[in-house]
């Protein structure tokens, strides 16, 4: 049975071996930087299986009118089970009906998010990072 917990305190390695395992690039061997951006951020879910980190979606809010999904990784061999659907819906289940759910999709996941309950949109516009 997998256990979803909210804003569980985790370790940076085991969220980078998440990450890495699950195939979203993030800089998992910077492992300091791992921990500042899940320190910072307002909501957690994770998905635990038999005690062992198997999803994590991280998410930057107010809780009033946006929410911004930051990370959502599932490792590979626990994928198309409805983990991620369900990492999703527990977020949304935290911010409630007045606060509007975005993301910024990687090419290979824009297949996906339609069929979670995403909106495609055409307006945004970003200032990339430089590292």
Known sequence: MIE????FPLEPVDVAAVLN???IRRP????ARIERM?????LIVSAWHEGKLIGVCRALTDFSYCCYLSDLAVANAYQNQGIGRELIARVQAA???EVALILLSAPEAMEYYPKVGFEKIENGFIVKRVK
């Open 4 to 7: 979803y917990r909210l804003n």
């Open 21 to 23: 395992d699950s195939g």
């Open 28 to 31: 998992t061997k910077d492992l």
């Open 38 to 42: 899940f320190a910072n951020a307002d």
């Open 95 to 97: 911010i409630g009906d």
